[in-house]
T-cell receptor
Framework: DTGVSQDPRHKITKRGQNVTFRCDPI?????LYWYRQTLGQGPEFLTY????????KSRLLSDRFSAERPKGSFSTLEIQRTEQGDSAMYLC???????????FGPGTRLTVL | DQQVKQNSPSLSVQEGRISILNCDYT??????FLWYKKYPAEGPTFLIS?????DKNEDGRFTVFLNKSAKHLSLHIVPSQPGDSAVYFC???????????FGAGTTVTVRA
């Protein structure tokens, strides 16, 4: 399968713990996006990479959140000192060049107890 | 602020009939619009898109209409099939800003 993959698919953690999610985009895609989706809402933009450069971060991305894309390939999203309000589906998407069409992965569902 | 709005949270339609999903936007800088379909436990799947230079785009059973003056777009699915039962998201972007702004989604149920 050559689509966007995300790992893990589910994560349950206790409040205050750190978690890290991984996204592997479609191999030739140079743009990578992270979104967060809560129940009853559409995905909300968190951050965006072009190759290894993080070009934009949403105000939703507090200082507890950090994202990286070393070498412009896979990306990681880390949440430090998780809070119950961080419980959501975290979606990764990738796109090629100037295409606006973004291809999404299956998401990582985070539950913070 | 919600720049893309889908005011109908749900839609029920009989198999074989037309499904019409509506979407409104407030940001006049948006110039590219997409519809995504989402099944439970899966990520959104791209369905169809339209650029602001067009007012209609068709792909098989799916047609998207754009009314720029009204800041409104709609997705028509004809004929509706049971496999179309899913959540449909409207999304928009500005040419200079690659992030997508999504609506809250419309859950479509196709009845046999």
């Amino acid at each position: 399968d050559t689509g966007v993959s995300q790992d893990p698919r589910h994560k349950i953690t206790k409040r205050g713990q750190n978690v890290t999610f991984r996204c592997d985009p479609i191999s030739e895609h140079n743009r990578l996006y992270w979104y967060r989706q809560t129940l009853g809402q559409g995905p909300e933009f968190l951050t965006y990479f072009q190759n290894e450069a993080q070009l934009e971060k949403s105000r939703l991305l507090s200082d507890r959140f950090s994202a990286e894309r070393p070498k412009g390939s896979f990306s990681t999203l880390e949440i430090q000192r998780t809070e119950q309000g961080d419980s959501a589906m975290y979606l990764c998407a990738s796109s090629l060049g100037a295409d606006n069409e973004q291809f999404f992965g299956p998401g990582t569902r985070l539950t913070v107890l | 602020d919600q720049q893309v709005k889908q005011n109908s949270p749900s839609l029920s339609v009989q198999e074989g009939r037309i499904s019409i999903l509506n979407c409104d936007y407030t940001n006049s800088m948006f110039d590219y619009f997409l519809w995504y379909k989402k099944y439970p436990a899966e990520g959104p799947t791209f369905l169809i898109s339209i650029s602001s230079i067009k007012d209609k785009n068709e792909d098989g059973r799916f047609t998207v209409f754009l009314n720029k003056s009204a800041k409104h777009l709609s997705l028509h699915i004809v004929p509706s099939q049971p496999g179309d039962s899913a959540v449909y998201f409207c999304a928009a972007s500005d040419f200079n800003d690659y992030k997508l702004s999504f609506g809250a989604g419309t859950t479509v149920t196709v009845r046999a």
